[in-house]
């Protein structure tokens, strides 16, 4: 049994059990339910902030973008605008198709040994790719759900994300309460799945399984962890949406209010969103912002346009070699070596 993930797991069960025995056992409910959000939101954002803040500050002495295909160069040579850009509006078409559909994911194969390593042959990971969006698109529609309990009134914009993520919809919206049957939202369930697929793909197949670390499988199992009680407490619990509101807008207007009636499993919920907020800055979930500040894909291909001077190099004595001739002319001359000066 691998160890990585067992030690994961373990982490995240008993951060499960610390949420219930704080409220169950001990009643912290003020400690999970204001100190600990304020806290969690402060460390995201300002190390977020200072990690990113630091990527920008680093000098990129050299043009060094990954390329997939050919430069500009000559007229008559067909030039790769998208995958070996040269100017910037190539860059952003290439960085929004990276950032939107994972277009170097997409493109990505394995390589496999087959009829007794007699023969190599390169598999498309269509599935990786199909996971990786769904996961990526799953999350980013559910923090943009989320948003209607810290707004009022909810802004149009959510209100359309959930009009478009929900199915079995006979319910009737406000921007405070849902009358009739609650709407099944398909981000949830798309989240879910593929957060376990991601995570099945790391146990079982030998080489992912070999590199996965302890940080690999954590978030996992955590992400998975909050998707279950998010959907246990919309379908299941049926916890008080009302009265969730009306504390994220008390948490969010600096004057909490602890909801009453919400149940054990709510206070689980915010706990585990705390901790990956904690961890998100500290963890490679950080490449959200460091794919915008990669030189390898934010930089245009333009060394044949352009000189680029290392901004590192300072001045120098330098020793050309006319002055090198001066110096030794005779000697060279004697020596027998040429000599570009006439004696």
């Known amino acids: 049994m691998n160890e990585n993930y067992m030690f994961s797991l373990m982490a995240v069960i008993l951060l499960f059990l610390l ?3 704080g409220v ?3 009643g912290l409910y003020s400690f999970f339910g204001i100190f600990v959000p304020y806290l969690s939101f402060a460390v995201f954002v300002g190390f977020f902030l200072y990690r990113v803040i630091g990527w920008a500050r680093s000098p990129v002495p050299f043009r060094i973008p990954t390329t997939c295909g050919q430069g500009k160069s000559l007229p008559w040579i067909k030039h790769a605008p998208i ?7 190539g860059v952003v078409v290439r960085m929004l198709l990276e950032i939107v559909l994972f277009r170097s994911l997409f493109r990505n194969v394995k ?6 390593g007699a023969k190599i042959f390169y598999d498309w990971e269509l599935w990786l790719w199909i996971a990786a969006l769904a996961f990526h698109w799953a999350f980013f529609a559910v923090v943009v759900r989320h948003l209607r309990f810290f707004t009022e009134p909810t802004p149009g914009f959510v209100k359309f994300f959930e009009y478009m993520d929900s199915f079995f919809r006979v319910e009737i919206l406000t921007d405070v309460v849902q009358i009739g049957l609650p709407a099944m ?3 949830g369930f798309v989240l879910l799945v593929a957060v376990v697929y991601l995570l099945l793909r790391r146990m079982f197949i030998p080489k992912v399984k070999y590199i996965s670390l302890s940080s690999d499988y954590f978030p996992l199992f955590l992400i998975i962890a909050i998707a279950v009680s998010g959907i246990l407490m919309r379908y299941v ?3 008080d949406i009302v009265s969730v509101k009306a504390f994220t807008l008390s948490l969010v207007k600096l004057s909490p209010a602890l909801p009453e009636g919400v149940g054990t499993i709510f206070y689980v919920h915010l706990f585990l969103v705390c901790v990956l907020l904690v961890y998100f800055p500290f963890s490679k979930l950080m490449h959200m912002g460091g794919v915008f500040m990669s030189p390898t894909r934010n930089l245009a291909n333009n060394t044949r346009m352009k000189r680029h001077v290392n901004p590192w190099n300072y001045p120098v004595d330098v020793h050309t070699y006319e002055e090198y001739e001066e110096e030794f002319r005779d000697k060279m001359i004697e020596a027998g070596l040429p000599v570009e000066k006439g004696e």
């Open 185 to 187: 939202f398909i981000s």
């Open 24 to 26: 169950d056992g001990f």
């Open 111 to 116: 390589l496999q040994f087959r009829e007794r």
């Open 19 to 21: 949420a219930v025995l």
């Open 83 to 89: 995958d070996n850009p040269s100017t910037t509006g």
């Open 237 to 239: 619990s049926k916890v």
